[in-house]
Each structure stands twice: as C-alpha cells, then as structure tokens.
C-alpha cells in the first residue's frame, strides 16, 4: 500500500535505538512530507557528524579533535583517572559536574559468554597511561551487574601497583545517588 | 561538553516528529558510533524517499508515480470518494481494508484563525473531479474537532449537487469504531 522508498524509510529509521514501528511511520511520513532542503539538511547533519567523530587516542572518548577537550584541557585533575565503560558514559559523569579529573574509557565488559575477553577491552592503554601519565587514583565506574562487577574487580587487580588509590563509585538509592556520586568521586 | 557536530546532530534530530531531547541524544550518539557504510545508507535512504515521493495529481495522496496506484487501479469503486484531510490519513483507513473507493486529500482544514481559508484547500480538485469522474457518493472522513466540522458542513454544502449522496463517517467508540465505519463506508 504505501510507496517502495517510504517502506523501506520506515525499515531503515525503525532499527534506530527507541524507535519502534510508529514512531518510524510517523518520522518517515513526516520526513517524505518536509521541504527537500531540510530533509538535505538532516542527512547532511548525520554524514557530517559520523565523518567528524572520532575516538580520543588517549582516553577513547567521542571527539572531533583527538586527543579530546578532556584530555588536553590543563585545568582538570591530571591525577585523577575514572575508567567508564562506554564512551557516552562520559557524558552522563560530566552532567552531575561533580568529577574534575580525566576519563579512560575501557570499550565494553568483560564477557566471556559473548567472547569478549580482558585484551579486547583497552586496559593496556590504561597501563600505558598509569605508566606515563601522573596518575594518583583510578575510579571505576562500571555498572554493578554480573559483567560490570567481574571487569571491576580484574582490572582493579591488575592496575594495582603501590602509590595507586583504586575506588569503585557507589551505587546508592536513585534518590540519594548525586551526593554519593560526588563523595565517592571528590 | 559534547563535540559541535553532535550538538547540532541531537538538535536537529530533536525536531522530528515524536523524538525528545532523550531519544535525540539517543539517536545521535549511536550514529556517530555506527558504521560509517550504515549510516550513509541511512541518509541515502531517506533523501532517496524525499525525492521519490510526490502528491498523486489527481487525489493528493502520496505516491512515486502519478496518477497514485489507487487512482490507477482499475478494481477500485470509482463512483465513491472518500475525502480526508492528509495524506497519511489515507493509509490509516486502508488499513482497516474496509473501504473500496478512492480518496480525496483536502490538505487541511478550515481555520480561520491559522489563515487557512476554503480556497487554502484541495475543494476545486474535488469539484473538477466530480465532475469528470463516476462519482455518486462522497465520504467525508474529516476530525470530530471543531475546524472538522466546520470543514465538513462548508464542504457538504459545497459539493452538494442532484444525485450525489454525501456522508460523514461516523465515530463512535473505540471498542466499535472498526465496525461502525465498515458500516458507513460501505
């Protein structure tokens, strides 16, 4: 019933993270309905910004430039290191603006059920950092599931080394969890 | 915080139809990190759609080539119109599959207020093809809300002419809908 190229839109727009078929009905229609040159514009915005970002070389966080604003701003917490799973994960940290040191995002879990071992993740850039960089502490913000857990505990093992402070943040109640965020990371 | 092109990617993301803040930043974060080849497609696919899709010359439906298949399809009751406001209106009611005829697209309502005026509106299109075409019955399939029946009344009043029947389709409850408009339609 409806247009070849509005189907397969819908298709495509559908495989999008929290985009379920009506949502990508609704976009599609409204998208085959909207003048050419904001449609251009969009597609445009999207190619520009998947050809723009790259991950930091030194932490792996989400950049244009690499080394990242993080990384090279002097006025953050050289010696301060906390490791995030994901590199959005940075972004929900920089939101509470309670951590002023440096992120070294690690790129996963370790999960041996999905075949992600220890050296698929970036734990010896972080040893090469711990080697180099004037790193006094390390912060490993993880999730507290099974894998989360798991990958903390190794890593904290393995970074260990004499004159390094390894700490986990707290997880707390929803409600109490910006104060403890803040204790935990200051 | 977040790289320019991100920022303008989430915002211009934002601006679709049905898309928060959330599911903008959603979207955006994943694009940036997904294949480049996938993301091309994506925005091919969606200029790809903007260009292919036009409105069928004779009912204003959407479609690749006009006259629309509908209009072209020679199985369909040619002496029954089915007026609607949109364009996606259309497929909502072929979905149900309870309605044979064609379609109308009026391309609006009556809105003083909003300066859409009759003459705003697809109404000529519809005379010229009452007209020309086999056309006995008419179905109105505008809202319930006041510009919806304002446009109704105005556009009954309009048509109306010795031998054409002219209806509206009715809405009841939800729970019934499906069987009264099977009802009317048919």
Chains 1, 2 share one sequence.
Do not use: W
């Amino acid at each position: 019933m409806l247009p070849d190229s509005i189907t397969t839109l819908i298709a495509t727009l559908g495989q999008l993270p929290g985009i379920g078929p009506r949502s990508a009905e609704r976009i599609a229609l409204y998208l085959v309905q909207t003048e050419s040159a904001a449609v251009k514009q969009l597609a445009e915005t999207i190619l520009s910004a998947r050809e723009k970002i790259k991950f930091c070389e030194i932490c792996g966080a989400l950049t244009e430039q690499s080394p990242c604003p993080i990384c090279t701003e002097p006025r953050r917490d050289a010696s301060l290191v906390c490791v995030v799973e994901r590199a959005v994960d940075i972004l929900s940290i920089e939101k509470t603006g309670a951590f002023r040191g440096k992120f070294h995002v690690l790129g996963g879990k370790i999960s041996p059920l999905d075949g992600v071992e220890p050296e698929d993740l970036r734990i010896a850039e972080l040893e090469k950092r711990l080697k180099h960089e004037p790193i006094k502490e390390v912060v490993i913000a993880l999730g507290t599931d099974v894998e989360g857990d798991a990958t903390s505990n190794y890593l904290a093992k393995r970074i260990a080394r004499p004159g390094l402070r390894i700490s986990r943040i707290a997880y707390g109640l929803p409600a109490g969890s910006g104060l403890e965020f803040a204790d935990e990371l200051t």
